[in-house]
């Protein structure tokens, strides 16, 4: 199958799409996360409508690039991009987190083709990554391996235990990106938004994945087509391991989801879901073409 | 009748994965920086380039090995037991187990024999906790035989495992006609006076006691158990059935391991009194081998003397003073 090249135009109005089934979802299941994923749908509209090297009618492709989502809780993210990209119906975006779907809470590779990683306890996926972009490397593979960490996921020991071994062995066909949408489930205490500050400065994370020897690039995780280069340009890195950190905002798209950390897996009222919609709805303007 | 010295499992487990790893090129070996104590330290030196060095971080190796596996490798882990199932059990319980990838994870150093190295090497329930992992298959060779054929069975068969691999020279219990089948016990003698059930290298010793016991008139049926996962609980039944009376012996806690293994199956197959010899819900510590053995009460003199004064207990119990009969069974 061809892959049509969608314009920068139309993966804005996509990743509204995905926002709009994210929203629509969360709220029928009356369960799951919406913060986390909102920061995320931009990023993965780019990668997997864009970068990522993949044949969605053959989820099991051996040279198709890797896609981990090691923020795994942002699965009805993950989800709504792969059914908007033809992995499987839009519509069952309903099932989402009910019994016996394929769309399980946190993705499941054994129940949704396309997963290349079950993954949701924080930091696990980004070691298997680690183990695909190793295997790509023994297996005289040409794949790229992506994953995508939440900031606050960075918490997590494992991430930098990866790290250290993925600059170890200059897996430069690893990509990492960093969602950082600057909070988590409950956050520390401290100056910000609602009193909750961010796991960590612009310059700690920037610092630290440079001190393990990654290149590190950064990028406004909103601007689709600036994704698309930052991630392209990570890809041929060579000789060591990149990380690209996604400046977003947590709930981006919502107002009143935005930078608000009790969004973090709330469930919208019907009225915050209609006011979600509607501000989530194609601009009129634009649609009629100016 | 002691055995005759063999070679201890760890250098078994370097010896044969080098092998296999020769016609077979899915096979890789991951070490969190002990090849040198593992028996790894071979692999490195046949197939540099299937020799991933991962450090000392087991809980990113494990979840490694798991990416690996979905590229279609073998990956085969070598780091202590304390180290791949205390530390990195997330790891696997979310990467290896539920998934269900082809990941073998030896865990080294076993049991109370760790080198000196105390309770905090010494694990005691890595069976324990991996029995409680849907999707893993756990094996415990005996000796160099049966390890060997073992970790064939383990690279050739699709799925998670977890192996025990013991530190310490184990004697040579199989002959070379012996064929270990994956899934099934093996009967090591027959007597109806009580039914011994072992795994691992603690079997050489049982089996020792076994036969110290046949010398003071006491006979066992020994069931063997090199795979703790399936359980064969067919063979169990069987052997069970045989005597009425069962006294498990395991280089592990007695909570939850072979011992609560058997004592499961029993209940619904077989309900006979099963006694469990192992090590109580207590940490270990360091000490030269033969103490250690010997204050666990887990070297063959130790484990004949056990089991002699558990089945006068019993006969007392069923045949008291006053002559009267208590069913136990």
């Known amino acids: 199958m061809t892959v049509v090249q969608a314009s920068t135009g139309n993966l804005e109005a996509t990743a509204r799409q995905a926002r709009r089934e994210i929203v629509k979802a969360v709220a029928h299941a009356k369960a799951g996360h919406l913060g986390g994923p909102l920061s995320a749908t931009d990023i993965l509209t780019a990668l997997y409508f864009r970068v990522l090297n993949i044949r969605p009618e053959e989820p099991d492709w051996p040279d198709r690039d890797r896609f981990v989502l090691s923020k795994g809780h942002s699965s009805i993210a993950l989800y709504a991009v792969l059914a908007l990209r033809g992995y499987f119906p839009v519509a069952e975006l309903s099932t989402f987190d009910a019994i016996d779907s394929r769309l399980q809470g946190h993705p499941d590779m054994n129940s949704l083709a396309g997963l290349d990683m079950s993954s949701g306890s924080l930091g696990l996926g980004f070691s298997a990554a680690i183990g695909m972009a190793l295997g790509a490397r023994l297996a005289h593979r040409s794949f790229t391996t992506f994953v995508m960490l939440g900031d ?29 949408n600057q909070l988590q489930q409950f956050n520390w205490r401290g100056e910000g938004p609602h009193g909750r500050r961010a796991p960590y400065t612009d310059s700690e994370l920037r610092d630290r994945w440079s001190a393990f020897g990654w290149a590190v690039s950064e990028v406004d995780g909103h601007d689709i087509e600036a994704v698309v280069e ?39 009222t019907d009225e915050e879901l209609a006011t979600a919609l509607a501000e989530l709805a194609e601009p009129t303007v634009q649609r009629s073409g100016a | 009748m002691a055995l005759p010295a063999g070679k201890a499992l760890r250098v078994v487990f370097g010896e044969t994965l080098t092998e296999v790893a020769k016609t077979d090129p899915r096979v890789v070996v991951l070490d969190g920086d002990v090849a040198s104590s593992t028996g790894a330290e071979l692999f490195e030196t046949e197939h540099p380039d299937r020799f991933l060095q991962m450090g000392i971080a087991e809980q990113n190796m494990l979840g490694v090995a798991a990416g690996l596996a979905t590229v279609g490798f073998i990956p085969v882990i070598s780091t202590f037991a304390c180290f791949a199932v205390g530390r990195a059990f997330d790891s696997i319980r979310v990467l290896i187990a539920q998934p269900g990838l082809n990941v073998k994870i030896a865990g080294g150093y ?8 105390g309770k905090t090497h010494q694990i ?9 992992l849907a999707n893993v298959s756990i094996l415990a060779p005996a000796d160099e035989v049966e390890a060997e054929q073992a970790i064939r069975a383990m690279v050739a068969i699709d799925g998670p495992f977890y192996m025990q691999v013991a530190r ?15 899934g099934r016990a093996v009967k090591l003698r027959v007597g109806s006076d009580v039914t011994l059930v072992s795994t691992g290298v603690e079997t050489t010793r049982v089996f020792e006691a076994a036969e110290a016991l046949a010398g003071r008139g006491i006979e066992a049926t020994l069931l063997h158990v090199p795979t703790i996962k399936p359980l064969d609980e067919d063979a169990l039944a069987e052997a069970a059935a045989v005597s009425g009376f069962v006294v498990v012996v395991e280089e592990q806690s007695i909570l939850g391991g072979l011992g609560g293994a058997v004592a499961e199956a029993l209940s619904d197959r077989q309900p006979v009194v099963v006694k ?43 045949h008291g003073s006053n002559g009267g009969h208590v069913a136990l069974t």
């Open chain 1, 152 to 180: 606050g996921e960075c918490n997590e020991g494992i991430v930098w235990e990866g790290a250290h071994v993925a600059q170890r062995h200059a897996l430069d066909h690893l990509v990492a990106i960093v969602d950082k």
């Open chain 1, 230 to 268: 930052a991630l392209e340009a990570a890809r041929n890195v060579v000789g060591q391991p990149a990380v690209v950190i996604a400046h977003t905002v947590k709930g981006k798209g919502v107002s009143f989801m935005e930078n608000d950390f009790r969004w973090h897996s709330k469930v919208p």
């Open chain 2, 110 to 117: 076993v049991g109370l024999l760790t080198a000196s190295t």
């Open chain 2, 124 to 132: 005691f329930n890595d069976v324990a906790i991996m029995r409680s």
């Open chain 2, 168 to 182: 310490e020279p184990s004697p040579v219990l199989f002959g070379p006609d012996y064929r270990f089948e994956f």
């Open chain 2, 276 to 318: 469990r010899l192992g090590i109580p819900d207590i940490y270990g510590e360091s000490g030269p081998n033969d103490l250690v053995l010997d204050k666990y009460r887990l070297s063959a003199s130790k484990v004949a003397e056990d089991v002699e004064a558990l089945l006068a207990s019993r006969r007392q119990l069923l």
